[in-house]
Structure formats: structure tokens, C-alpha cells
């Protein structure tokens, strides 16, 4: 039975704020999972499909890239946010050809992401026409043909951007990067653009491969994990699990953040006794770092173990790791050793007790693994601080040993697995070649556009056509003016779709929406089953099996959507067998199985239990594929993060009731915001300084070096125990404030946590 969305959009007014939540998860997040799953799922759905979630022979969570356990899989092998996640996208909710008959798009460009999102499952193919007001069906074969002729028409292939979600399974991503590299462009930004690329950037210099070096069942044996720029309990639930196990087996976690997070504090487990009754706590040392002090909290820790082996030779740096396996050691000494413990104390706003207790920590520990994710990687000096935080396992010799190493802990469920399938405007050539000698295709050698660069390029009108493989692009992406400018300008725009949301409203002169089976969904070619592959944070390769009756017969898998465009852009004598691809996904991995390193007999390895690992030179051998052919210590000058006279620094972040750009609910209970989504978290005392009240409306104004200036209205101030001089807020709301050309160095990745800001009285 399919049912209506709401009618009402978010009321800022309602607005409550109180006191932050001390423990995650626990009874309340069980009955807020199961009150959200019903609501949208009806109940005997919810059962059919909660059940299957991570399991086995079901189907992969469709929110984070969290790992599986090996052994034993719990009955509830999701969280509060991954329950919400799976509802999104099985609701009973619909959007059809009527809703968009009803709503025109200036109506629709009025409501909140929240509102779109909350309307359903999209049903059939729809296009927006040159001077059309509203969205009209459009048979599938039409809108393939029209996608065709205007990438044909093309001056270039490079005039058009093929974006990826990190949603995307694997079987998908390489058939996605195989028909964008046929069509003759490397133009394949991704979300890991804004993400972990930092991370990539720093792990592929230092250690030769841009992926974690651990595997969940390292942290059973770690004595030491520091969890960094890091929100498990909102961000990656089923973490805290795995951070709880590890701590009852003796482990100490230290979490460093500016906020005080709760999942961090405080944990109930609600599948143990414990978990209903008195939960734990997770971190045994908070470190309450200032936005971008990161960099220098590990270069100090450097110079603190390196004091420590003066002191006792031979009980703290690992001499026949370094000697045998790393390069650039004595750089790295050299310049650590001139660190300035004042500034690291201005930049980090920790006192040199913290900083002498955890360097402690860090020498007596056999077995250390460093997590990071969005905290890190979106600075200005990301890769850098990535770099250090390698720096220091270096030094202790952490990698390549169990128990110990990197843990970038990612986002969306498979963006790591879509970069593995060539998802990357950079593939090296070695990638390239073997997929032109498999395919017989000539594919482009000159890199492409990635997403900051994929908006400039639409902005300054060198691109034209935007295809959107799944993902919400203008919610998701800094500038958020400069950014709809940009599609605006663009003379198509596709959206390959499971749900309403604002890049549908944000549109070229020609516009398409196509609505594709969601990770739920059953996936039914020739009357048999077909199953896509997904890879976690921890390169675990596994199979995901969607049993649900999708919401209409007109949707197409993506696989069929990439397939059949394909047949249509390249002509029937295309050398790629994309029927045959269409038909069985076995072929696709077979084809995977012969191009993609580390994936050789695929269709065998992802059918057994748990799946398989692929392989990690570092992990497994202690083998760095780098320009040195060892680990490379970095060595990188003190940068950190001021704050200006009169300003703030913002970070954006999620809600505990988002995932990404998907916006669940309007409640962030740990951090006490309820019923709305427009606020600004500041400590007390800076609220009091700039002359406001706590729960006045301001306007927060982003300042950047060109003088431009950039605003969002209407925000209410919620005094908040963040370190003074630093703000957070919710995006997509305030995206708006990060300025396009505000990027990492080396990464490119747009920098949401070190954004200038200054408040004003609201002109709301």
C-alpha cells in the first residue's frame, strides 16, 4: 500500500533546546529506530527487512561503511541511524508522475531537503523541459536518446561531468568509470572528493596505499585506539560496539575532538545486559582539541617520544622498523625535534600535562590504531595531519602488525569500494591498460575534473552536461550558490535517483530524473536474482541481496540504467558486451575479476561467508609501494588555525538524525536540538563576549581572503561547551558559508572545518 509523504515543512520556531544527552544509543534508540521504521515501512515490512540488514545472505546497510563482524553476527546488526537509513529507502511512500503534476518546481525550490526527502520513493522517469514549469514523464527509451544526443553534441567529451555517489555498489562503479571512459573523459568526481581524499592523498605518500591498514578484528587486540575528528555515535553507530569489546579486553581509548561527543562518553549497548542497565564509557581521556590543532597535537607527541627514547635508548622508537622499513627518518627527527611546545599549547588549546600523558600512552603501548574521519580530513592542512598521525605509528613501528595501524573510518557504505572500481579522475595507467587491453577500448589518459574542479568547470560554462549517479550534488557540495549557478548553467542535467531531493529542484535548461532500485530492493534479470558487492572501511569485499518488491515496475537497477545508456550512446557495435552485463552481474565480476587489482576470481571469493579481504601491501607484508619503496616519514611545517579578533571558527557537521545530506528527523538528542535544524553551537563566554544572548537569532557571515563575503540568516545560539573561538552548525544548511576555492592543500577536498565566520543580530 503506498502512502502520501507529509504536507508540512520544518517550522524554525518550534525550535527546543535541552540539556545534552550523557549516553548513546541504549532503549531510547531502539524505540526511535522501530517508531521511524513503522512509520514509513508499516510494520510487517519493517520485521522482513530490519531482519536482513547486514546479515549474511541480506542486504548491505545502505548508510556507513562500519565493518561486519567475522564471527559472530548479532539478530540486530544495524544501529539507530542505520534503521533510519534502511526506512528511507523502503518506505511505502511514494513520488509519482501526479505529485509532480501537482508541484511545480518553483513550489518545490521553496521546500526544505528535509520536506523533499520525506515525500518517497520516485516511480517513473520525468524530464523538465526547456520552459516547462513542471516535471512530465518520459518513457525510458526517450530519455536515453535525449542523454545520447546531447553528450554526442559535445565539442569534447571532457564538457561533460559523470559524478558518483559513494552509494554506488561495485558492479555499477565499473561499469559507470567503464562507459564514461569509452564515451573519452576521466571527468569522474566522486564523493570522496569532500571526504577521505585527504586521507588517500597522505596514506598513498606515507605508506603507498590510500586505505586503512587494519581489520575489525585488529581492535580486539589494540592497547591503545585514539579515535580523532571522529562522532561514532551518530556518525558510524555500530563502531562504539567494536570500541566497547575492545576496551573490556583491556584496550584505553582516547578521543579527541571539539566537541564532547556523546556516543564518546557514554555508551549502552542495548543487545547486553550492561547496554540496558548502566552502559560504559567509552573514552578513558578526552581531548578537547581546538578546530585545526590537530597537526601540532601530533607533531608534539613526536617530539615527546623522541625525548622519551633519549631518555631510555631503545624502549620507545621502533630502530629495526625504521631501519629496515622506513625512509626519512632522520628529516623527520630533525625537524620534530624543533616543535615549539608554546605554539602547540595556542594551537591545540590542551596544556602540557594532556599532551606528556598521552605521549606516555603512546611509548608504553604494544599495539596502537589511530582512527580518523571528517575532523581531519576537511582542514586546510588535512593531509599533513594525516601525515603526522602516520608519523607517530611509524615511529612505534604500528603497521604491518596486529592490532595496529591507520583506520580512516568512511562515510557512505561503499565510496571506498567505488574508488577500488575506478571511480577516480586519476586512475593511474597501469589501471587504464588493463582495462582497455580486456575491453578493446582506447580510454583517456589525461586526469579529469574532480568535484571542486567539476564546479568551476560548470560555472565557467567548459562543462555542460551533469549525470548524477545517485547522491544529492547541490547539498552535498561547498558554495551552495556558486554551485546551483553552476548546474543552472549547464544545458542537461541527470539524475539517477532514489528519492526526491534538492539537485531535482536545481536543474540545467533540460533536466532528468531516473529513478533506480535502491539496496532493498529485489533485483530480478531473466527471472533470476541478481546481488551487487559492496567494500566496508576495512577493504572487506561482500555480496548485498535486495528481497523487497520495488514500489513500481518502471524502476531500473543502476547497473540496467549505466547499461542500457551506454547501448544507446556507444552504438550496438560497441566492443563492451553491455547486454550481456545487463543481464548477469556474475559477468560483470568476472570482467572485474581481470581489471581490478587484488580482485582475481571474484565471483568465487565474494560468495564465501564473510566475503574476502582484498590484499594491503603494508598490512599483510610490510611492503610500501612508494616512490622510496619504504614508508616515508613526512616532514611538514606547524600549521594550525587561528582565530581572528571578533570571530569564530565554524565547523559544519551532521545532526544525530542525518545521514550525509539525507535528513531523518528534526531531533539531535545528544546534543539537545529538537524540532529544527538552524542553529550555531558557541561556547558561553564567546556568546556573552560578542554581546548576544543565548537563544538569540543571528546571521553568521563567512569571511574569505578575496573579501567576498557569504551569508546564512536566521540561526539561534545555543551556548555549548565547544573551546572558545570555535562554532559548529549543521550542513547542508550551511554550506553556503565554505567558500568554493577554500580547499585542502594536496587533496582538494573543500575545508568545512576551518571556516571564518563573524555573527550578527538576524535580518530574518
Not at 9 to 21: A, C, I, R, Y
Amino acid at each position: 500500500m503506498h502512502r502520501n509523504g507529509p504536507s508540512r515543512d520544518v517550522d524554525e520556531s518550534e525550535l527546543t533546546v535541552t540539556p545534552p544527552e550523557e549516553q548513546a544509543a541504549g532503549v531510547t534508540a531502539v524505540a526511535v529506530a522501530l517508531k521511524r521504521s513503522v512509520e514509513e515501512m508499516g510494520v510487517i515490512r519493517t520485521v522482513r527487512t530490519l531482519a536482513r540488514v547486514n546479515q549474511v545472505h541480506g542486504f548491505d546497510c545502505p548508510g556507513c561503511a562500519w565493518p561486519e563482524p567475522t564471527d559472530h553476527r548479532r539478530p540486530a546488526e544495524f544501529c539507530e541511524n542505520g534503521a533510519k537509513a534502511v526506512a528511507e529507502e523502503a518506505t511505502l511512500r511514494t513520488v509519482t508522475p501526479e505529485f509532480f503534476a501537482t508541484h511545480s518546481i518553483a513550489q518545490l525550490s521553496t521546500k526544505s531537503g528535509y520536506w523533499l526527502g520525506q515525500q518517497g520513493r520516485l516511480t517513473h522517469p520525468m524530464v523538465l523541459r526547456p520552459g516547462d514549469t513542471h516535471y512530465r514523464a518520459i518513457a525510458w527509451d526517450e530519455a536515453y536518446q535525449l542523454i545520447a544526443e546531447q553528450l554526442n553534441a559535445l565539442a569534447s567529451p571532457d564538457e561533460a561531468v559523470f559524478y558518483t555517489s559513494g552509494r554506488t555498489a561495485n558492479e555499477t562503479a565499473f561499469l559507470y568509470q567503464l562507459l564514461v571512459r569509452s564515451y573519452g573523459t576521466n571527468n569522474l568526481p566522486d564523493c570522496s572528493n569532500m571526504c577521505h581524499e585527504s586521507s588517500g592523498a597522505a596514506l598513498s605518500s606515507s605508506i603507498g596505499i590510500g586505505k586503512g591498514s587494519v581489520s575489525i578484528d585488529d581492535f580486539q587486540a589494540a592497547d591503545l585506539i585514539i579515535v580523532a575528528g571522529q562522532n561514532p555515535g551518530t556518525n558510524h553507530p555500530r563502531m562504539l560496539s567494536a570500541l566497547a569489546a575492545a576496551k573490556a579486553g583491556g584496550a584505553r581509548i582516547i578521543a579527541v575532538n571539539p566537541l564532547p561527543e556523546t556516543g564518546l562518553l557514554g555508551f549502552r549497548d542495548p543487545q547486553t545486559v550492561k547496554g540496558v542497565t548502566t552502559g560504559v564509557t567509552i573514552a578513558d581521556d578526552f581531548l578537547q582539541i581546538r578546530l585545526g590543532g590537530d597537526l601540532a597535537l601530533f607533531q608534539a607527541l613526536g617530539r615527546l617520544l623522541l625525548e622519551a627514547e633519549d631518555r631510555a635508548p631503545g624502549t620507545v622508537i621502533d630502530r629495526e622498523f625504521v631501519d629496515t622499513h622506513c625512509a626519512g627518518y632522520a628529516e623527520y627527527e630533525k625537524n620534530i625535534r624543533t616543535v615549539d611546545f608554546a605554539t602547540v599549547l595556542a594551537a591545540t588549546g590542551l596544556n602540557m600535562a594532556e599532551l606528556e600523558h598521552t605521549a606516555e600512552l603512546f611509548a608504553r603501548s604494544r599495539t596502537i590504531i589511530i582512527c580518523w574521519a571528517m575532523g581531519l580530513t576537511q582542514q586546510s592542512h588535512a593531509v599533513a595531519t594525516i601525515e603526522e598521525a602516520t608519523n607517530l605509528l611509524l615511529l612505534r613501528g604500528m603497521i604491518g602488525k596486529p592490532g595496529a595501524g591507520v583506520c580512516p573510518v568512511r562515510g557512505h557504505s561503499n565510496v571506498q569500494g567505488d574508488r577500488t572500481m575506478g571511480i577516480w579522475e586519476k586512475m593511474p595507467d597501469t589501471f587504464l591498460d588493463a582495462l582497455d587491453r580486456e575491453f578493446g577500448i582506447t580510454s583517456p589518459r589525461a586526469h579529469g575534473l574532480d568535484t571542486v574542479a567539476a564546479i568551476g568547470a560548470m560555472r565557467a560554462g567548459r562543462a555542460k552536461v551533469f549525470v548524477g549517479m545517485g547522491g544529492n550534488f547541490v547539498s552535498a557540495t561547498p558554495d551552495t550558490t556558486v554551485t546551483e549557478a553552476a548546474l543552472r548553467s549547464c544545458a542537461l542535467t541527470v539524475q539517477i535517483s532514489t528519492k526526491l531531493n534538492r539537485s531535482h529542484v536545481v536543474h540545467g535548461r533540460t533536466a532528468l530524473i531516473l529513478p533506480t532500485l535502491g539496496r532493498t530492493d529485489a533485483d530480478i534479470r531473466s527471472g533470476v536474482r541478481q546481488q551487487v558487492s559492496v567494500e566496508d572501511s576495512m577493504s572487506m569485499v561482500h555480496l548485498s541481496t535486495g528481497r523487497l518488491k520495488p514500489v513500481s515496475d518502471q524502476l531500473r537497477s543502476e547497473v540496467a540504467i549505466v547499461c542500457e545508456l551506454a547501448q544507446r550512446l556507444l552504438g550496438a557495435d560497441h566492443p563492451v558486451p553491455w547486454a550481456r552485463f545487463a543481464q548477469d552481474y556474475d559477468t560483470i565480476r568476472d570482467a572485474i575479476a581481470l581489471v581490478v587489482p587484488g580482485c582475481a576470481d571474484y565471483n568465487r571469493k565474494v560468495r564465501q561467508r564473510n566475503g574476502f579481504q582484498l590484499p594491503h601491501p603494508p598490512r599483510d607484508r610490510r611492503e610500501f609501494r612508494t616512490a622510496t619503496g619504504k614508508a616515508n616519514f613526512a616532514v611538514n611545517a606547524l600549521t594550525w588555525t587561528p582565530v581572528p579578533e571578533g570571530r569564530l571558527v565554524l565547523q559544519t557537521l551532521r545532526s544525530h538524525d542525518q545521514y550525509n545530506t539525507t535528513i531523518y528527523g528534526l531531533d539531535d538528542r545528544y546534543r539537545g536540538v529538537h524540532g529544527g535544524r538552524k542553529v550555531v553551537l558557541v561556547h558561553p563566554d564567546d556568546i556573552a563576549a560578542f554581546g548576544f544572548a543565548d537563544g538569540e537569532l543571528v546571521d553568521v557571515i563567512s569571511e574569505w581572503t578575496d573579501g567576498t563575503e557569504r551569508r546564512v540568516t536566521g540561526f539561534r545560539l545555543v551556548s555549548y561547551p565547544t573551546p572558545r573561538g570555535n562554532a559548529a552548525a549543521y550542513y547542508p544548511e550551511t554550506n553556503p558559508l565554505v567558500p568554493l576555492e577554500h580547499v585542502a592543500a594536496r587533496s582538494n577536498t573543500p575545508v568545512s572545518k576551518a571556516v571564518t565566520v563573524r555573527l550578527e543580530p538576524s535580518t530574518a
